[in-house]
């Protein structure tokens, strides 16, 4: 199969005017000018979307399928109150509601073009919806809730969720991680229980860290409003302690959690210092823009992510905080959210650079890609490569193509999105 569309943005390579991509079993077989293409490749079906830009399917570098049902829970709401919130929704689910959560979320993202994803998941079905949809993920075993009460029993399930999630793997483009929540809803032990079965099952990391300046305050004072809520459920000898006078970061740090195959979600309240160890650690943070609005967190240190040489990328976070999840709309926010940070001073700096249109888009694919370990098999369109493609429309051919879809494009525009050279969405 050829597809044929008026601009091919291959991330890795310029854009390809009147271009194509040679499919052949769910892979890129070639990409180039289309006349070219048809005429090295006589008889080959060709399907021409008109107006339209071509490029990879996005990624999302921090997501919750099982959420996917929660969208009634998006309502600006203080941060520790909306935990307690979404507990009491998890409460009411049983396995199957979780899996057909998580089925729907998939759909979600083909509309929103998201054709591969971190993922979080505590029911653990996050992996059976990715795994039959053909999708590539990175889905991280969640781990919250644990203090020395019911540690032993926690770690029996966890290891048994994480040997059952072994299983799975070989189905697709399917990577296992663990997720230890926070480091607000485990106890010091679990942490260092996480940590060890992280080393052990060789699976990679990803925690929310400073969603709030509440959590930085439990950990460093044991006081707060998160302190307090928290307080009520779970025994936590950081707050027992009246605090550890450290940061979060550096509290994970010290428990050895914060490596290089880190990506701490959200980062919102991360100090100078604490950025300059991630990124001396080679930790990454998944920035989440809607969700931190909605939930009056913060906004990212986004200009110090970039200063530091901090790797970071997007992330749509569940719909109990995110109904849209739409990374363009992501994208735009934080390039204003940097705008807002470098002030009138600078604008054409080496820092707003780092968020112009062209590496926005490469941050949403080719970026988000190499973050999670999928480079070699995703995110640009390159011979080899899955063909994972969204389709756009593409009306305003005068433009360059990078600054119309950062200035102008939402998932709206996306008429199809293509999974393994299959159409999965068309508008
Ligand atoms: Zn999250």
């Not at 050829?2 to 077989?29: E, F, H, K, M, Q």
């Not at 992280?198 to 998160?226: D, F, K, N, R, W």
């Not at 305003?396 to 200035?407: G, K, N, Q």
Request: glycine share 8%; with cysteine; aromatic share 6%.
């Amino acid at each position: 199969m050829i597809y044929a569309a008026d601009i091919i943005l291959p991330i890795s390579n310029p854009p390809i005017a009147n271009g194509a991509v040679l499919v052949t079993d769910g892979r890129i077989n070639a990409v180039g000018v289309k006349d070219e293409l048809l005429a090295a490749n006589p008889g080959e079906e060709v399907t021409e979307f008109a107006d339209a830009i071509l490029m990879p399917g996005l990624v999302n570098l921090h997501g919750h399928l099982e959420c996917s049902s929660f969208d009634f829970l998006a309502k600006p709401t203080p941060f520790s109150e909306w935990v307690g919130t979404i507990i009491q929704a998890g409460l009411k689910m049983q396995r199957d509601d979780w899996l057909s959560a998580s089925r729907a979320g998939v759909k979600k993202y083909f509309v929103s073009g998201i054709t591969c994803t971190a993922d979080i998941t505590r029911s653990g079905v996050g992996l059976q919806a990715v795994a039959e949809a053909g999708m590539p993920a990175l889905v991280y075993l969640e781990a919250v809730g644990i203090d020395d009460r019911n540690l032993t029993d926690a770690v029996v399930d966890l290891l048994e969720r994480v040997k059952s999630a072994q299983s799975i793997l070989g189905v697709g483009d399917i990577k296992v991680g663990l997720s230890p929540h926070s480091v607000y809803s485990l106890s010091k032990s679990a942490l260092k229980v996480c940590n060890d079965i992280s080393l052990e099952y060789g699976l990679p990391l990803s925690i929310h860290l400073t969603e709030t300046q509440a959590e930085v305050e439990l950990i460093c004072s044991g006081t707060g409003s998160l302190a307090s809520t928290i307080g009520k459920k779970m025994r936590l000898e950081v707050i027992k302690q009246g605090g550890t006078g450290k940061t979060p970061a550096y509290y994970l740090n010290d428990l050895g959690l914060v490596r290089d195959s880190l990506i701490a979600a959200h980062g919102v309240w991360l100090s100078d210092r604490d950025i300059a160890l991630l990124q001396e650690k080679g930790s990454a943070v998944a920035v989440c823009p809607t969700s931190n609005e909605l939930l009056g967190s913060g906004e990212a240190p986004i200009k110090q992510f970039i200063e530091h040489g901090l790797e970071f990328g997007l992330g749509t976070d569940s719909p109990a905080s995110n109904p849209d999840m739409d990374l363009f709309v992501e994208a735009r926010k934080a390039r204003a959210i940097l705008e807002k940070q470098l002030g009138q001073a600078k604008p054409q700096s080496e820092v707003s650079a780092a968020l112009s249109p062209k590496r926005l888009i490469e941050m949403m694919t080719l970026g988000a890609a190499r973050i999670l370990g999928f480079a070699d098999d995703l995110g640009s369109i390159d011979p080899g490569k899955r063909a994972d493609f969204i389709i756009l429309n593409h009306q305003d051919t005068a433009s360059d193509p990078y600054d119309y879809l950062i200035e102008t494009a939402s998932k709206s525009l996306i008429s199809q999105t293509i999974l393994s050279g299959n159409i999965v969405y068309n508008r």
